[in-house]
C-alpha cells in the first residue's frame, strides 16, 4: 500500500514562508519521482515542482515559483519538502504531493500513480 500525507499547509501573509512535507510509505518511493500540484478554486490542478530520485537530475520548476520554492528530498526519511517563500496571493491553493515510478520528470498529473489528500495554502494580501 502506497501513502502520500502532506503537512505544512496554513494561512500566511504575503512575503511570508511556509514549508510542506509530504511523507511516503511502501516501496514505490526508491526510484520514484515526486511533484507537487496545487489547485485553486474554481481552477484546474496545475504543476508546481518536482524532483527525482536521482540527484544528477535536477529539479523542475513551474515559471511562476522559480526562485522562490525550493523542492528537496530526504531518501533516507522518505519524505520531500516544498519550502515556499516571498509568497503572493495567487499562491493561495490545495496542495498536493504525488508520486510516480517512472525515474524522468513529468508535469503531467497523469503521470503520477498515488497522490496525497492535499494540504491547504492560504495567502492573505
Known amino acids: 500500500q502506497v501513502q502520500l500525507v502532506e503537512s505544512g499547509g496554513g494561512l500566511v501573509q504575503a512575503g511570508g514562508s511556509l514549508r510542506l512535507s509530504c511523507t511516503v510509505s511502501?516501496?514505490?518511493?526508491?526510484?520514484?519521482?515526486v511533484g507537487w500540484f496545487r489547485q485553486a478554486p474554481g481552477k484546474e490542478r496545475e504543476f508546481v515542482s518536482a524532483?527525482?530520485?536521482?540527484?544528477?537530475?535536477?529539479?523542475d520548476y513551474t515559471d511562476s515559483v522559480k526562485g522562490r520554492f525550493t523542492i528537496s528530498r530526504d531518501n533516507a526519511k522518505n519524505t520531500v519538502d516544498l519550502q515556499m517563500n516571498s509568497l503572493k496571493p495567487e499562491d493561495t491553493a490545495v496542495y498536493f504531493c504525488a508520486a510516480t515510478s517512472r525515474a524522468s520528470l513529468s508535469r503531467g498529473s497523469d503521470e503520477y500513480n498515488y497522490w496525497g489528500q492535499g494540504t491547504q495554502v492560504t495567502v492573505s494580501s
Open positions: 524532483i527525482s530520485w536521482w540527484s544528477a537530475v535536477g529539479p
Open positions: 511502501g516501496r514505490t518511493f526508491r526510484g520514484s519521482t
